[in-house]
């Protein structure tokens, strides 16, 4: 079987990625951005490290248009963000029967619904795939810290290649930094997988010190 996989090289969708192997042959994974910067080689690099395909689509520009349309009227980033996620999903799931991403239980944006999820797979005969949904935040990166080596670093850094961080590279080219400042918040992180761990004592090496990590910040 073949899944096609959202992926923008953070822990969170290689993390599904990863939960998806034993269930699949074929593994694809595939980066959506705007064309108008360089954020998506961050995924081409962590893509590289899981040692899965990576295919790189650029959504049309009404689409980007529309965005930041939405972000300048609504002035906070969700809607924006839940516009361009089923678009993705959708673009995607035309031509595959199984496809996924690594939305997380407590993700407010992007995340689709229950209506929309059952629109989609009754209208494309698909099966949308949420590895994450029923997982928090700590409960992730306890997970992720098993496999990957990963950093955490501010958005405005552009670490990985999702939604948010090209819709903050189109806005900023725009309309300056203080409007990117206006509608996004300044403390936001993002992660980039740097490693796929080989070896099983690695992974028994670290894991000890991965869960001591996530308990010392509860």
Request: charged share 30%; with cysteine.
């Amino acid at each position: 079987m073949r899944v096609v996989v959202l992926f923008s090289g953070g822990k969170d969708s290689s993390l599904a990625a990863l939960l998806l192997e034993p269930f699949f042959e074929e593994i694809e994974l595939v980066n959506f951005s705007f064309g108008h910067d360089d954020s998506w080689t961050r995924a081409e690099d962590a893509a590289r490290e899981l040692g899965h395909p990576l295919r790189r689509v650029i959504f049309s520009a009404d689409v980007l248009e529309r965005a930041l349309e939405m972000l300048q009227s609504t002035g906070y980033p969700y809607d924006a963000l839940n516009y361009i996620h089923p678009i993705a999903v959708e673009t995607v799931a035309k031509e595959c029967e199984f496809v996924a991403d690594g939305t997380r239980r407590d993700d407010r944006a992007p995340k689709m619904d229950f209506g929309a999820i059952q629109s989609l797979e009754d209208r494309l005969h698909v099966q949308y795939l949420r590895p994450l949904a029923g997982l928090g935040k700590r409960a992730i990166k306890a997970m992720a810290s098993r496999y990957l080596d990963f950093e955490e670093a501010l958005s405005e850094r552009y670490p990985a290649s999702d939604f948010e961080v090209g819709l903050r590279y189109a806005l900023r080219e725009r309309h300056g930094q203080g409007e990117v400042d206006r509608i996004f918040p300044s403390n936001h992180t993002h992660t980039r997988v740097i490693r796929r761990k080989r070896f099983v004592q690695e992974i028994k090496g670290q894991e000890d010190q991965a869960c001591q990590s996530i308990q010392s910040e509860s």
